[in-house]
């Protein structure tokens, strides 16, 4: 269970009964463009429903949750309470604002809205969660524990609520009770790492070593991402004087977060104590680079710089903690150590005089300094008699889980579409391939994206722009957006002059699938379609807009039941329904694909797209068959290598599923040697 929840796309919100049908429909296409992560335009489109209809609350809402994901809680918040001023009956809307208050370290606010919510929903374990979550960082760990404990008299089968509990015992000071929770957390579910490193890190901090470091290696047996795992167990082997296996831990650290200072100062000093100083020296180099506030790695890096005889660097780098720390004597002798090698005898001699009366004269300068420098000449002759080549401080999970990661940027401002991604690659196919105006380029992708009748299409230019094959597009901005509104009405205007013509209705499709009404989309395709039955452009670009239509569809359904936990006769009913007509999406789509690859048989997008939509329906042995077609056609379809790779892994053939993954690194897609790291222990 992760300790909180990211704010839904959908978030439940039912669109209530319009008077003006033009309305509904700007709604449900600002929906649309708010899932598929187009923030800026569902913004434009919930700004024409509030500017027809004020006194509607939901768009209110859509808006603040597009707010959110772009990282403006202040204006989401406002807009929650405009929302909940219209219909104070939305639970959605307190969960909103509630969500935003919490971003912003108003947790008592926060811990009101969710308690508002959960008077609507009281038994939604999302609700429940996320109350739990705001108590605990506001410190009310009693109120957090009651949260944790109506969880699971509500959901007793959870097994990572043992997790959460021992969690928020140890916060507790309760060692004894997070113990038996976390005992308990492993006899439900054994396969979990995350079970095991949390009693990993229990036993380290009770000095149990051996315990501590057999619950480690399980963690890491059972494919644990977690690179504190590694950092934690390598401290042990330390402790043990087992030093390769150490340094092994430290490599795979840095592997999982290349931007773990802590991983990258363990084994600058493990390296430093093998007698490695020259790795020792890069390693806190790069620690520096990442924390330039580390002032132990900077004092190590300084005495590995006299060591190794580079005098001259390290006269710099303990000027820079003298800088800092003006009665440092260490610092003071190293310079002078610095200067007896350089043959600098006068500045060598003048730095240990300094020393000197820094020495005799302490208490004087204790009193006159707001800096202890007894306390820090302390601190640092610990530092200098240290050769066990560990830090002394084990890697906390707990205190990492404390960071936010819901932190997102604004995808506009790193061109990543919608939130971040997590440090680790996520185990996710890559997405189906479409057709736009405009995709990112993936550096050393060499998938063949050229294909010969796009091609021709192109040139005969009878689109807005020309039309490129991607499974990576990105997001407009709001001239972008502007422009193709434009684009719709002059192609509106040519149609209501000549309605014969097929191109104009896929122009016009394309046009309005960029600006997420993709009702409009299709509309245009099925006219295209039967002006030019032979029109493969038309039905390979049918079956993605479908397919992104249907997703849509499917994810609203799925968080509504997710929270809501309403098993209503009513509801049961309605998810029957949705589910058929699921199914009927599907062989809608795949009737689309199998006409494209019937009119061009070597269009290996298609059967790649084919074969995701068959994982989701977990017909997994035709969804490789269609991957290998697809390979067969492009022996470099990088994308095919990667997916085909995880759903042979999936099915239990991790040897032919390595073996893909390592052809898809070879190829471009670099995440590949992540999840082989991974998946081979």
């Given at each position: 269970?992760?300790?909180?929840?990211f704010?839904?796309f959908?978030?439940?919100?039912?669109?209530?009964?319009?008077?003006?049908?033009?309305?509904?429909r700007i709604?449900?296409?600002?929906?649309?463009?708010?899932y598929f992560?187009?923030y800026?335009?569902s913004?434009?489109?919930?700004n024409?429903?509030?500017?027809?209809?004020?006194?509607?609350?939901?768009?209110?809402?859509?808006?603040a949750?597009?707010?959110?994901?772009?990282?403006?809680f202040?204006?989401?918040?406002?807009?929650?309470?405009?929302?909940?001023?219209?219909?104070?009956?939305?639970?959605?809307?307190?969960?909103a604002?509630g969500?935003?208050?919490?971003?912003?370290e108003?947790?008592?606010?926060?811990t009101a809205?969710?308690?508002k919510?959960?008077?609507?929903?009281p038994?939604?374990?999302?609700?429940?969660?996320?109350?739990?979550?705001?108590?605990e960082?506001?410190?009310?760990?009693?109120?957090?524990?009651?949260?944790?404990?109506?969880?699971?008299r509500?959901?007793p089968?959870?097994a990572?609520i043992?997790?959460?509990?021992?969690?928020l015992?140890l916060?507790?000071?309760?060692?004894?009770?997070?113990?038996?929770?976390?005992?308990?957390?492993?006899?439900?579910?054994?396969?979990s790492?995350?079970?095991w490193?949390?009693?990993g890190f229990?036993k380290?901090?009770k000095?149990?070593?051996?315990?501590?470091?057999?619950?480690?290696?399980?963690?890491?047996?059972?494919k644990?991402?977690?690179?504190?795992?590694?950092?934690?167990?390598?401290?042990l082997?330390?402790?043990?004087?087992?030093?390769?296996q150490?340094?092994?831990?430290y490599?795979?650290?840095?592997?999982?977060?290349?931007?773990?200072?802590?991983?990258?100062?363990?084994?600058?000093?493990?390296?430093?104590?093998?007698?490695?100083?020259?790795n020792a020296?890069?390693d806190?180099?790069?620690?520096?680079k990442?924390?330039s506030?580390n002032?132990?790695?900077?004092?190590?890096?300084?005495?590995l710089?006299?060591t190794?005889g580079d005098?001259?660097?390290?006269?710099?780098d303990?000027?820079?903690?003298?800088?800092?720390?003006?009665?440092?004597?260490p610092?003071y002798s190293?310079?002078?150590?610095?200067?007896d090698?350089?043959?600098?005898?006068?500045d060598?001699?003048?730095?240990?005089?300094?020393a000197?009366?820094?020495?005799?004269?302490?208490?004087?300068?204790?009193r006159k300094?707001?800096?202890n420098i007894?306390?820090?000449?302390?601190?640092a002759?610990?530092?200098?008699?240290?050769?066990?080549?560990?830090?002394?401080?084990?890697?906390?999970r707990?205190?990492a889980?404390?960071?936010?990661?819901?932190?997102?940027e604004?995808?506009?401002?790193?061109?990543?579409?919608?939130?971040?991604?997590?440090?680790?690659?996520d185990?996710?196919?890559?997405?189906?391939?479409?057709?736009?105006?405009?995709?990112?380029?993936?550096?050393?992708?060499q998938?063949?994206?050229f294909?010969?009748?796009?091609?021709?299409?192109?040139?005969?230019?009878?689109?807005?722009?020309?039309?490129?094959?991607t499974?990576?597009?990105?997001?407009?901005?709001?001239?972008?957006i502007?422009?193709?509104?434009?684009a719709?009405?002059?192609?509106?205007?040519?149609?209501?002059?000549?309605?014969?013509?097929?191109?104009?209705?896929?122009?016009?499709?394309l046009?309005?699938?960029?600006?997420?009404?993709?009702?409009s989309?299709?509309?245009?395709?099925n006219?295209?379609?039967?002006?030019r039955?032979n029109?493969?452009?038309?039905?390979?670009y049918?079956?993605?807009?479908?397919?992104?239509?249907?997703?849509?569809?499917?994810?609203?359904?799925?968080?509504?039941?997710?929270?809501?936990?309403?098993k209503?006769?009513?509801?049961?009913?309605k998810?029957i329904?949705?589910?058929?007509?699921s199914?009927?999406?599907?062989?809608?789509?795949?009737?689309?694909?199998?006409?494209?690859?019937?009119?061009?048989?070597d269009?290996?997008f298609?059967?790649f797209?084919?074969?995701?939509?068959?994982?989701?329906?977990?017909?997994?042995?035709?969804?490789?068959?269609n991957?290998?077609?697809?390979?067969?056609?492009?022996?470099?379809?990088?994308?095919?290598?990667?997916?085909r790779?995880l759903?042979?892994i999936?099915?239990g053939?991790?040897?032919?599923?390595?073996a893909?993954?390592?052809k898809?690194?070879?190829?471009?897609i670099?995440?590949?040697?992540?999840?082989?790291?991974r998946?081979?222990?």
């Open positions: 269970m992760k300790k909180f929840i704010i839904s959908c978030l439940l919100c039912q669109v209530s009964a319009m008077a003006q049908w033009n309305t509904e709604l449900t296409i600002g929906r649309n463009a708010l992560e187009d800026v335009l913004i434009q489109y919930f024409q429903v509030i500017k027809i209809k004020p006194y509607l609350a939901e768009p209110y809402l859509y808006r949750i597009a707010k959110l994901q772009l990282g403006d202040q204006s989401a918040d406002q807009d929650c309470s405009e929302a909940i001023e219209r219909n104070p009956f939305m639970p959605q809307a307190y969960y604002r969500y935003a208050r919490r971003r912003m108003f947790y008592k606010e926060a809205d969710f308690t919510a959960l008077e609507f929903s038994n939604s374990l999302y609700l429940l969660m996320n109350r739990m979550d705001v108590r960082r506001d410190k009310d760990y009693e109120g957090a524990m009651a949260d944790l404990e109506t969880y699971r509500l959901s089968k959870t990572s043992y997790y959460e509990k021992g969690r015992q916060s507790m000071k309760d060692t004894v009770g997070a113990t038996l929770s976390f005992d308990k957390f492993l006899q439900m579910d054994s396969a790492c995350l079970g490193s949390a009693r229990l380290m901090q000095k149990d070593e051996k315990g501590a470091l057999s619950d480690f290696s399980e963690a890491i047996k059972r644990s991402t977690f690179f504190g795992d590694y950092i934690n167990r390598g401290i082997n330390v402790q043990r004087k087992n030093y390769n150490a340094l092994n831990d490599n795979e650290a840095i592997k999982l977060d290349k931007n773990s200072d802590l991983a990258y100062y363990n084994r600058g000093l493990l390296r430093a104590n093998l007698g490695d100083n020259n020296l890069s806190l180099t790069i620690v520096l990442l924390d506030t002032n132990e790695a900077l004092l190590r890096k300084a005495m710089e006299n190794i005098n001259r660097s390290a006269i710099k303990y000027k820079k903690i003298i800088e800092k720390y003006q009665y440092f004597i610092a190293g310079i002078a150590e610095a200067y090698a350089l043959g600098n005898k006068k060598a001699f003048r730095y240990r005089q300094l000197y009366n820094i020495e005799q004269n302490k208490d004087y300068l204790n300094s707001k800096e007894v306390a820090n000449n302390k601190m002759k610990n530092t200098q008699k240290s050769n066990s080549g560990n830090k002394t401080e084990l890697f906390n707990f205190a889980q404390n960071i936010d990661d819901s932190e997102t604004s995808k506009y401002e790193n061109s990543n579409r919608g939130a971040v991604q997590d440090k680790y690659t185990v996710v196919n890559e997405k189906s391939f479409t057709l736009t105006y405009y995709a990112k380029t993936v550096e050393n992708r998938t063949n994206i294909y010969p009748a796009l091609d021709l299409y192109n040139k005969q230019r009878k689109l807005s722009s020309i039309l490129k094959i499974n990576n597009e990105i997001p407009l901005t709001s001239e972008l502007n422009s193709h509104f434009e719709i009405n002059v192609i509106s205007n040519q149609l209501s002059q000549d309605d014969s013509n097929p191109d104009y209705f896929f122009n016009r499709a046009e309005f699938a960029l600006v997420q009404d993709f009702n989309s299709i509309e245009d395709l006219k295209a379609i039967i002006l039955p029109f493969m452009l038309a039905y390979f049918r079956a993605s807009i479908r397919n992104k239509l249907a997703e849509f569809i499917k994810s609203s359904a799925d968080q509504t039941s997710t929270v809501s936990n309403d209503s006769a009513i509801d049961k009913a998810k329904q949705e589910e058929n007509k199914l009927f999406d599907v062989e809608m789509i795949m009737r689309d694909y199998e006409k494209v690859n019937a009119l061009s048989p269009f290996s298609a059967y797209n084919k074969a995701n939509i068959l994982c989701t329906q977990k017909d997994f042995k035709t969804a490789i068959s991957f290998s077609k697809a390979i067969e056609i492009d022996a470099d379809f990088a994308e095919a290598y990667f997916n790779g759903t042979y999936f099915i053939e991790d040897g032919k599923g390595l893909d993954l390592s898809a690194g070879e190829l471009g670099y995440k590949s040697y992540n999840l082989i790291q998946f081979k222990k």
